[in-house]
Structure formats: C-alpha cells, structure tokens
C-alpha cells in the first residue's frame, strides 16, 4: 500500500482513465494524465456527465458505411 496519498492518487487517476481508455477505444497513455487536450481531457468530460464520443462506436459505423473496395 502505498502511504503517501499524493502519490496514491495519481495511481488511482491512471486507473480510472486506463479504464475510460478501453470502455470507450481511446488510446491509452500515461504522459497525457491530467492534459486537456488528450483523450484525458475526454474522460474529464464523461466524468463531469458531458457527452463523449465513444470510438468503438465510431469504428462500427465506419466499418459498416465505407465503400467496398473493388476486389482485384
């Protein structure tokens, strides 16, 4: 365990997004805790309840709406 609560705090941060990372298909990376304009700053938002774009969900859409390409 660790005693030092700053620390144990970061830990428990890259938990939580590592987790929002695979829910929702973002590339997880550690260096971007606690930057805004990373796939953090999209966790940030579905932590405060704002609507996030789930990637798995856009990858389906893609996948079922791409043009097929012709076979050779």
Known sequence: MIKNRTVARVFEDLDAYRE????????????????????????ERAKRGDRVINNWDEDVNYMLNAPRRARG
């Open 20 to 43: 929002f990372c695979v829910e929702y298909g973002y590339i997880f990376n550690e260096k971007d805790l606690y930057k805004r304009n990373t796939a953090y700053g999209q966790y």
